[in-house]
């Protein structure tokens, strides 16, 4: 039997009963148990982690998705692995993960876990453990209220890898602050070779436009989108570091997924647009450091089928509705990106709160590219959410035809909206709380029969 302090016994305990309890009565409940556990003992995580070969997964957009994948990769190669699948990825809800799989009779040795991370939570996490591999996707401007400006997302996931000097890093290279960290940790950068536009000029209101060592304006030989690319600075000579795995040609783009060449292998991702490129070459690159062999890769990444909210597909009523979690200017725009490769008759859902865990400050919607619908041939345009209003103005000013404006003020005409729309797919673009709110509904309605 593992052998534990009699105050971490009883907070795994009680904690296992508010899972089972919460699993049964409110099909949730991921985070409450962590706090329960924390209160009983403020060192659990320790406990319930030890032994395990932790991958963490932080970074602005692309988390849930890529820690997916890499969980994908590592249960197809037969070994035992965990994650916090419903992206409970504060520390309670952490907490919570490691313990619902957590045995008093059973080591966890030899076993993953792939464990998706909030920015601000990884200095809370590495404190207690030591994670294999951190994996750090993007930065990008995301609930001002609680980061501030990217500068200080960074230093705040820096103030958690250095804490953890011997864990393995897998960094986005096209993202300009992740280069030059003055870190002694181990690092494999991963990015593109290969332009996806003809542009070189970053756009007005991207994110990290300025050189991190002497703030001169990047030049760039490519830009895949925002400010990610391969950046230099005429200035000091900043510039992209060596990557270790690399995109190479973009063979097919499409609404479905995209083949690419990697480092010379060619490989399907079965998840639409450039953003989830980033995220497969992503967890190639974590599963190659885990010496997972090439053809799981392969299939994994052909194979993977969408994590909740993320490009997930429902049918309803014979109409295909495809849900688009968006949060921030940088995402929006790859998702709306990604729309439009669609050239069917289409009509758009767009969904935005400003709870807490979305953001409370708005305004930025205004720095998302919605001109780029006007060019589409949108049958319909539903605007629902707690801000609806603020979205209906916005879509209005990027030139929508507001005359096909439908207000959803609750989610039942919302429904009845979808259901009379013309054409067979909908597209909902939906903030966080929203997209869970929604997801929530049509669980309650037996159109969704997994709620997380």
């Known amino acids: 039997m593992f052998k534990i302090?009699?105050?971490?016994?009883?907070?795994?305990?009680?904690?296992?009963?508010?899972?089972?309890?919460?699993?049964?009565?409110?099909?949730?409940?991921?985070?409450?148990?962590?706090?329960?556990?924390?209160?009983?003992?403020?060192?659990?995580?320790?406990?319930?982690?030890?032994?395990?070969?932790?991958?963490?997964?932080?970074?602005?957009?692309?988390?849930?998705?890529?820690?997916?994948?890499?969980?994908?990769?590592?249960?197809?190669?037969?070994?035992?692995?965990?994650?916090?699948?419903?992206?409970?990825?504060?520390?309670?809800?952490?907490?919570?993960?490691?313990?619902?799989?957590?045995?008093?009779?059973?080591?966890?040795?030899?076993?993953?876990?792939?464990?998706?991370?909030?920015e601000a939570n990884v200095k809370l996490i590495t404190e207690h453990l030591i994670p294999e591999i951190i994996i750090i996707t993007n930065l990008f401007r995301d609930q001002l209220d609680r980061y501030g400006e990217v500068y200080t997302t960074l230093n705040k996931i820096m103030d958690g890898i250095k804490k953890v000097p011997n864990s393995t890093l897998v960094l986005n290279g096209d993202e300009s602050l992740l280069g030059d960290l003055n870190i002694p940790n181990k690092i494999a950068y991963y990015g593109f070779n290969c332009s996806t536009n003809e542009s070189k000029t970053v756009d007005i209101n991207a994110d990290a436009k300025f050189c991190k060592r002497c703030k001169n304006a990047y030049s760039y030989e490519f830009i895949t989108y925002n400010h990610l690319g391969k950046f230099y600075c005429d200035k000091c000579g900043y510039k992209r570091p060596e990557l270790t795995y690399h995109v190479d040609e973009i063979k097919e783009l499409s609404t479905s997924g995209s083949l690419v060449s990697i480092n010379g292998f060619e490989y399907y991702i079965n998840q639409p647009g450039i953003y989830n490129i980033y995220n497969g070459i992503c967890a190639l690159s974590t599963a190659k450091l885990l010496r997972i062999e090439n053809s799981i890769i392969f299939n994994s990444l052909k194979n993977i089928k969408s994590s909740f909210g993320r490009q997930e597909a429902i049918n309803i009523n014979g109409k295909e509705l495809k849900i688009i979690l968006v949060k921030n200017p940088a995402g929006y725009d790859q998702a709306l990106n990604t729309v439009s490769l669609d050239n069917r008759d289409m009509n758009i859902c767009m969904l935005l709160n400003d709870n807490y865990a979305d953001g409370r400050d708005v305004s930025w919607i205004w720095d998302v590219n919605f001109e780029i619908l006007s060019q589409l041939n949108i049958k319909k345009t539903i605007v629902g959410g707690i801000r609806l209003y603020d979205i209906a103005v916005r879509l209005k000013i990027a030139g929508i035809d507001h005359n096909k404006f439908v207000i959803g003020e609750n989610y039942e005409d919302i429904l009845k909206d979808i259901e009379q729309c013309e054409g067979n797919i909908v597209y909902v673009l939906a903030t966080y709380t929203a997209m869970i709110d929604f997801r929530k509904f049509l669980h309650s309605k037996d159109l969704i029969k997994k709620l997380w």
Do not use: R, W
């Open 5 to 118: 302090k009699i105050n971490s016994f009883f907070s795994i305990l009680i904690s296992k009963t508010i899972i089972i309890l919460s699993k049964k009565l409110f099909k949730g409940g991921t985070n409450f148990p962590g706090k329960v556990a924390l209160k009983l003992d403020k060192n659990i995580l320790k406990v319930v982690a030890k032994n395990y070969k932790v991958i963490l997964v932080t970074g602005t957009n692309g988390k849930t998705t890529t820690t997916s994948m890499i969980y994908d990769m590592i249960k197809e190669s037969n070994k035992k692995v965990i994650t916090n699948n419903t992206g409970a990825n504060l520390k309670p809800g952490i907490i919570s993960c490691f313990i619902d799989h957590f045995s008093f009779f059973n080591s966890q040795s030899d076993t993953y876990a792939v464990i998706e991370v909030d």
